[in-house]
């Protein structure tokens, strides 16, 4: 049985920890267990975080990289423990990926994660997004 509305919730998640960057809410809208079980190219994929681990992930793998990141969900579908949608990302390379220094170039793509709930709290995800043409918007390829 379904306590709250999730796709309200992730759409609320998505404005508090992505684009307004208030970590200090992640407890709120995160699960302890939080399990990436598809994400091709990152780093982290197969892996269960906590949540400060969780955190640390975002701030060193996407504010730090890019602190105007944002994103745009463009549609949403709801059912029983998941919520899937799609995006589009934005954001100024300001910060070093990897080795790479930072490019001052902006990224715009697009992609799809279907969100996993446990405790009506969001505990991973599975996801697809076109890395590629990021990587070509920064000049790495």
Do not use: C
């Not at 799609?86 to 070093?96: A, E, R």
């Amino acid at each position: 049985m379904n306590t709250i509305n999730k796709e309200s919730f992730l759409r609320e998640f998505m404005h508090e920890i992505w684009n307004e960057k208030n970590l200090e809410k992640i407890e709120k809208y995160i699960h302890n267990q939080y399990t990436i079980h598809l994400d091709p190219g990152d780093p982290w994929q197969g892996k269960t975080l906590s949540r400060s681990e969780f955190k640390n992930r975002l701030e060193s793998g996407s504010f730090e990289p890019f602190p105007d990141i944002h994103f745009e969900i463009t549609s949403a579908i709801e059912e029983e423990d998941y919520v899937a949608v799609t995006w589009i990302l934005t954001g100024t390379n300001l910060g070093k990926i990897g080795e790479h220094p930072p490019t001052k170039r902006t990224i715009n793509t697009t992609g799809i994660t279907v969100y996993h709930f446990k405790d009506d709290l969001i505990n991973g995800h599975t996801q697809i997004f076109d890395r590629k043409t990021v990587m070509k918007q920064l000049g790495f390829i």
